[in-house]
C-alpha cells in the first residue's frame, strides 16, 4: 500500500455512514420549517384541481376543515389564505376586498371558531384577487397608484384583523404601506396582530400558475413591473427591507424562492431578521411536472427545500407542505 501521498486530512470520514452523517449535518427540516397555502372558492363540497399545479386544489369553505385538520396533524405551525375569487365580484377598485363576508373573511371566521390558536393564520395583503384588471391596487393609465392604493390596503389590513387574522402578509409593494398599516392596527387596538411584508417581491415570470389559481390570469392587463422589483437588481431589495423594519415589519419574505437564495442569504446576514422564502407556483409546477414525468428523481424536492435553509430562510412558503412528512422521513 502505497503512504505518503495522501492527506491526513479527509473530509471523507465524516460521509462514510448515514449515522456520522446525521451527526455533522449542518441544516435540516421539520414541520416548524413550512407554511401551507390554501386556495378558497365559493360554493359548497368542492375540491377543485388546479389544471396547472399538480395535486393542489382549491376548496369550498365547509371543505376547509380537512385541510386545517390535516396541517395541524403534520404539525405545520401556519396556513396562508388565497381567494379565488367570482369574476362577478371584480371591480376596478377591487372593493370585494372590503366586505365582511368575501371569502377570506369567512374562512377567518370559521377557523378561529374551530380551532382557536392551534395554528397560525396568514392572510395576503393586495388587490389582485378582487381586481378586474388583475393588478395589486388602483391602476390609472396602466399605472398603479401609490398611495390611492394605500388607503385600501390599510382597511383590508384592519378587516383581516378583525376577523381573526394572525399575520397580515402585504404583497403588493406600494411603498410605505407597511408604516401606515402598522399604525391602522395599533390604533385600533391590534398591536399584537403580525406583519410579514412581501419585502423583496420581484416581477417574475415564476408566478403563472398561481395567478390561474386564483383566478387573476386572464385578466392581468399589462405587466406588474412598475411595482414590483427588477430581478437584475440586488441591493434594491436591501433597501426595501430596511425600510420595512423601519416601518414595522416583524418578519420579510423574499418571493420568488430558489432562483433568489442570493438574496435570502443577502437579507439574512444583513439584517438578521425572521426571513421567509416562498417556493413559488411556477417552481412547484416546474419539480412536480418533472417527477410526474419521470424526468427528474422526487427528491429534488427535498434537495430544492434543504437549500433555503441553507441560504438562510426561517420559514418556507411551499404547495408542498401537506406532504412534508413524506419528503423528509
Not at 4 to 31: A, C, F, I, M, Q
Not at 45 to 55: A, E, F, G, Q, R
Request: charged content about 30%; proline content about 4%.
Amino acid at each position: 500500500m502505497i503512504t505518503g501521498k495522501y492527506p491526513s486530512l479527509r473530509l471523507r470520514r465524516n460521509r462514510k455512514n448515514n449515522w456520522s452523517r446525521r451527526l455533522v449535518e449542518e441544516n435540516n427540516l421539520t414541520p416548524n420549517d413550512f407554511i401551507l397555502p390554501i386556495f378558497l372558492i365559493d360554493g359548497k363540497n368542492k375540491k377543485l384541481p388546479i389544471k396547472t399545479m399538480p395535486d393542489v386544489f382549491r376548496y369550498s369553505l365547509d371543505k376547509l376543515s380537512y385541510v386545517v385538520d390535516n396541517a395541524i396533524k403534520k404539525g405545520l405551525p401556519m396556513i396562508a389564505l388565497f381567494p379565488s375569487t367570482d369574476k362577478k365580484k371584480k371591480n376596478e377598485f377591487g372593493t370585494e376586498a372590503l366586505n365582511e363576508d368575501n371569502l377570506v373573511c369567512r374562512a377567518l371566521q370559521i377557523i378561529k371558531k374551530r380551532y382557536k390558536n392551534k395554528i397560525g393564520i396568514m392572510c395576503d395583503v393586495a388587490l389582485d384577487p378582487y381586481t378586474s384588471h388583475g393588478h395589486d391596487g388602483i391602476l390609472k393609465n396602466s399605472y398603479v397608484l401609490n398611495d390611492e392604493t394605500i388607503e385600501i390596503l390599510i382597511k383590508q389590513s384592519l378587516l383581516q384583523a378583525e376577523m381573526g387574522c394572525d399575520v397580515l402578509a402585504p404583497s403588493d409593494m406600494m411603498d410605505g404601506r407597511i408604516g401606515e398599516i402598522r399604525k391602522s392596527l395599533d390604533k385600533n387596538g391590534f398591536e399584537m396582530t403580525q406583519i410579514l411584508s412581501y419585502a423583496v417581491k420581484y416581477a417574475s415570470s415564476f408566478y403563472g400558475p398561481f395567478r390561474d389559481a386564483v383566478g387573476s390570469k386572464g385578466s392581468l392587463k399589462g405587466n406588474k413591473n412598475n411595482y414590483q422589483m427588477d430581478f437584475r437588481n440586488n441591493d434594491e431589495a436591501l433597501r426595501e427591507v430596511a425600510l420595512d423594519i423601519k416601518e414595522g415589519a416583524d418578519m420579510v419574505m423574499v418571493k420568488p424562492g430558489l432562483p433568489y437564495l442570493d438574496i435570502i442569504k443577502l437579507v439574512k446576514e444583513n439584517f438578521k431578521i425572521p426571513v421567509m422564502a416562498y417556493q413559488v407556483s411556477g417552481e412547484y409546477s416546474i419539480l412536480s411536472n418533472g417527477i410526474n414525468k419521470g424526468l427528474i428523481d422526487k427528491n429534488v424536492i427535498l434537495e430544492s427545500l434543504i437549500s433555503f435553509k441553507r441560504a438562510g430562510a426561517n420559514a418556507i412558503v411551499s404547495y408542498y407542505a401537506d406532504r412534508i412528512d413524506e419528503i423528509i422521513e
